[in-house]
């Protein structure tokens, strides 16, 4: 079968076709940054191989799927987490109860109904959200929760490969409610010795927790070691 690419102003982008598989990283484009795939489906394999290959989907409504690996790469490494006194203080009030995946469906339909600043809509389109719950399923997606009053207020949710995990998102619908369940959920990495987490991409509320922008060869560098034991899919 012969690759078919999309041209765009800044370079072209291979197109996938159910056989395709992911090209080399080489390939990302540098505007925009880090594109490297377009088209698909969002079946649980082929996720499995995106994130595998330090790959992730992206896209808005009405779009095709975009497939992106920027660089540099925002990654937080779970023992260097910051907590900052005034949620340390949060955390000792144990004002929230914090679960692992005791309603994952429900933590990512918050994230998708959750606005954002600067854009519009969500990328967490009805068919993302039902690939991220195939993935729960497969026990691969997990949650993090912050509970108050019986009522979910809080969390976060991504992936967890071997010893690496991709954050995805986390949405609050009360004050410190997603901080709180984001420290839970690192806490709990690091008893799984998991040795890095993906960020994607800088925001100041992952910087204030310690996450630092990595080049794309060091990030690779390190997730091929840290799922070295997960077979490729």
């Known amino acids: 079968m012969t690759d078919l690419y999309y041209p765009l102003p800044t370079g072209q982008v ?3 076709q159910p056989e395709t598989a992911f090209p080399p990283l080489t390939q990302a484009l ?3 940054n880090g594109l490297i795939a377009i088209g698909g489906e969002l079946t ?4 499995l191989q995106a994130y595998q290959r330090g790959i992730f989907p992206w896209f808005s409504p009405g779009e095709p799927m975009l497939w992106w690996s920027p ?3 925002m990654v937080l490494f779970p023992e260097q987490l910051i907590i900052s006194r005034s949620l340390r203080k949060v955390c000792r009030q144990q004002r929230f109860t ?3 995946n005791s309603d994952f469906s429900a933590v990512i339909r918050a994230c998708a109904n959750t606005p954002r600043p600067g854009q519009q809509g969500t990328w967490l389109t009805p068919e993302m959200i039902a690939a991220y719950e195939a993935l729960h399923a497969l026990g691969v997606a997990h949650s993090a929760e912050a509970w108050l009053d019986g009522e979910l207020v809080g969390g976060c949710y991504g992936v ?3 010893r690496m995990f991709y954050g995805e998102s986390m949405f609050h619908y009360v004050s410190d409610a997603s901080k709180v369940a984001f420290v839970h959920l690192v806490t709990w990495l690091i008893t799984q010795q998991v040795g890095m987490i993906d960020c994607q991409m800088h925001t100041p509320l992952l910087a204030s927790f310690g996450a630092v922008e990595i080049p ?3 990030f690779i560098a390190t997730l091929s070691t840290l799922v070295a034991e997960v077979p490729l899919v």
């Not at 649980?44 to 996720?47: G, K, W």
């Open 14 to 16: 291979l197109i996938l």
């Open 71 to 73: 660089d540099p790469r």
């Open 216 to 218: 794309r060869d060091q």
């Open 98 to 100: 914090c679960r692992l």
């Open 44 to 47: 649980s394999a082929r996720l």
């Open 160 to 162: 967890k490969l071997g």
């Open 30 to 32: 540098t505007s925009p």
